[in-house]
């Protein structure tokens, strides 16, 4: 595993692949995910060296906090854990954004319960709340940052205007935002807008701040992978199903773009899920790259992407796929 340090995180090795926990256990909505499963995948991340932990409040309504705090029992010295603030819910499990004072500081006071830690080293600003004055936001994470309870901060989905304005109130550390192979500028996910574009703006950004950027969703949800067709389907069990991106002539698109990246795959001699992950190490600023997986054999493959370095060539293929069908 390689490990990348940020002037914005000076203290802090990341793993350049980490462990996103949307689809952690039997709660998180994701077809096929299992509690006891999930453990030993986490476990098997550890052995991997795979050091940087994302979940979130939201992620299984508390199940992947509750049983990541599981997993890492003996092993919270030996890793990054980061979660997120700003997504309540209610008894319909209808979500609402509220990054205000309250909201933040009970998100976090959770969050630390679930964990079975006194501190989170990274609390990201999950999505924007233009209803809460910044001030009062940043206002709740200068206490957490005094009190300890938070190590670091970072915003997710923010827009650029939004993050500077953060950042004059509160040091940023971290950005993590919409990015893979094919979706470099997007405008949305799962039908909400995104305020922000990933590579005109963000990386930029990143780079200009010394911030660590990190990317979700990184395999487009397994289409990187290589292992679906146009004719693949996500039944009413599976999130992905929430996605337009993963249906009718979008879903088409994307894939006919996969099936002339795969050759250049084949030519590299490595899987599709490895050169998609390598391709994001090697981008500017990126930082821990976010990639969720239900069982040990997936999350080792995928921190196996960490020793893989595409070659100037290969790179070049890649853009002229990606240039060709506007990507």
């Known amino acids: 595993m390689r490990y990348k ?32 499963e999930s453990i030993a995948t986490v476990h098997k991340a550890l052995e991997c060296g795979v050091t940087f932990f994302d979940t979130a409040p939201v992620y299984g309504f508390n199940g992947s906090e509750t049983l990541l705090g599981k997993a890492l029992k003996g092993h919270r010295d030996s890793v990054t854990l980061a979660s997120k603030c700003g997504m309540l819910w209610d008894e319909n499990r ?10 933040v500081r009970g998100d976090v006071e959770g969050s630390l319960r679930r964990l079975q830690t006194d501190h ?40 650029l205007a939004d993050s500077r304005a953060m950042q004059r109130l509160v040091p ?19 039908n909400i807008e995104l ?3 990933t590579e005109r703006e963000i990386l930029p950004y990143c780079l200009e701040t010394g911030m660590a950027f990190l990317p979700y969703s990184p395999l487009f949800q397994g289409i990187l992978t290589g292992r679906f067709t146009a004719h693949s389907t996500f039944g009413a069990d599976d999130v992905r199903s929430a996605n337009p991106n993963l249906a009718g002539t979008a879903f088409a698109r994307y894939m006919a773009v996969c099936e002339q990246l795969k050759p250049i795959a084949v030519e590299a001699g490595i899987s599709m899920t ?10 500017p600023a990126v930082g821990p790259v976010i ?11 995928n921190a196996a992407a960490a020793d893989v370095l595409l070659s100037a060539e290969t ?7 990606l240039k060709k069908n506007a990507m």
């Open 5 to 36: 340090s940020f002037a914005a995180m000076p203290h802090t090795r990341l793993s350049v692949i980490g462990f996103g926990c949307w689809a952690l256990g039997e709660k998180s909505g994701w077809r096929d995910s299992d509690d006891a």
């Open 94 to 103: 209808t979500i609402r954004r509220d990054l205000s004072y309250a909201a």
């Open 120 to 159: 989170l080293d990274l609390l990201q600003l999950h999505w924007p709340d233009h209803a809460v004055p910044l001030e009062e936001t940043a206002r709740a994470l200068h206490e957490l940052l005094a009190e300890g309870k938070i190590r670091a901060v970072g915003v997710s989905n923010f827009s």
């Open 172 to 190: 940023l550390s971290t950005y993590q935002g919409l990015y893979n192979l094919l979706e470099r500028n997007p405008e949305s996910y799962h």
């Open 195 to 197: 305020e922000y574009r």
């Open 274 to 283: 490895h050169m998609a992950l390598a391709w994001l190490c090697q981008q």
């Open 291 to 301: 990639c969720g997986a239900h069982r040990p054999d997936q999350i080792a493959d």
């Open 315 to 321: 790179l070049t293929k890649i853009q002229e796929v």
